[in-house]
C-alpha cells in the first residue's frame, strides 16, 4: 500500500507539469500511474522523488526530470500498440511511461550494472519491455522497424543507423549536442526524405566517445 503522502506529492507533480505547458493529458494520466519513487535507487531521495529534478543513478547515469520525460513523450504522440524503441533504458521510468501509454517497448542500455538492476524492477512492476544490454548506437536492426525512437542520452549527431529502423511516417525524438547542453531535436522520416525540427533546450547525460549511450 502506497503511503498517502507520496499519492499527494506525484498528483502535485502532475498540477506542476500542466502549469509548465505539458498539455498532453493521456501522458499527464500515464504519468500519474508511474510511482517514480520506485525507481529513485538511493531511500535518501525518496521524499524528492516528486521533485521535478533528474537525479543520479550510479553508473554516471540519471533518471530524467519529470518535465523532460513528459515533454519527449508529449512529443513521440504514441498510439497504442506502437512499436518504441528506446535508446538508454536507464532507471526504467521513461519505460514505464511509454509502457503506460499503450507502446510496445523496446529499450537498450549500455550500462551492465543499470541492465541488471532495471530489468528485474521493471518485471517486479508489472512492465513488460523487450530489453537489450548493448550498444544503443546501433539499435535493434532484427526488431526493426520500429514507429517511434526515443533517445535518452545527449549525442554529438544523429545516428544513420537509427534512422534507417524508423518506419515510413515515423519519427524519432532525440538530443543532439557535444556540450553539457543538447538541442532537442524531432525527426521525421517521410517517404522523400528527413526533417529535422529543433524543440527546445535540455540537459542529458553524454554519448561516450566510444560510440555507445
Do not use: W
Not at 71 to 79: E, H, V
Not at 153 to 181: C, F, H, R, T
Request: hydrophobic content about 40%.
Amino acid at each position: 500500500m502506497e503511503a498517502p503522502f507520496l499519492t499527494g506529492k506525484r498528483k502535485h507533480l502532475i498540477d506542476t507539469l500542466r502549469k509548465a505547458g505539458i498539455s498532453n493529458e493521456i501522458v499527464l494520466d500515464a504519468m500519474l500511474r508511474v510511482k517514480r519513487h520506485l525507481f529513485v535507487n538511493d531511500s535518501a531521495f525518496m521524499e524528492h522523488a516528486y521533485d521535478n529534478k533528474a537525479f543520479q543513478i550510479g553508473c554516471g547515469q540519471t533518471i530524467s526530470a519529470p518535465y523532460t520525460v513528459a515533454f519527449q513523450s508529449m512529443l513521440l504522440d504514441i498510439k497504442r500498440g506502437e512499436k518504441i524503441l528506446e535508446i538508454g533504458t536507464g532507471s526504467g521510468y521513461q519505460t514505464a511511461v511509454l509502457i503506460e501509454l499503450g507502446a510496445k517497448v523496446f529499450s537498450i542500455e549500455r550500462q551492465k550494472e543499470l541492465y541488471d538492476k532495471t530489468k528485474p524492477l521493471l518485471q517486479k512492476l508489472n512492465y513488460k519491455a523487450m530489453l537489450y544490454y548493448g550498444d544503443g548506437y546501433k539499435g535493434l536492426p532484427l526488431e526493426a522497424p520500429f514507429n517511434k525512437i526515443i533517445v535518452t542520452a545527449g549525442a554529438p549527431y544523429i545516428p544513420n543507423e537509427l534512422i534507417s529502423q524508423l518506419k515510413p511516417n515515423g519519427i524519432m525524438i532525440i538530443p543532439v549536442g557535444d556540450g553539457a547542453e543538447q538541442k532537442m531535436k524531432l525527426v521525421h522520416k517521410s517517404l522523400t526524405g528527413i526533417t529535422t525540427t529543433e524543440v527546445g533546450d535540455f540537459k542529458f547525460v553524454p554519448m561516450l566517445k566510444n560510440r555507445q549511450f
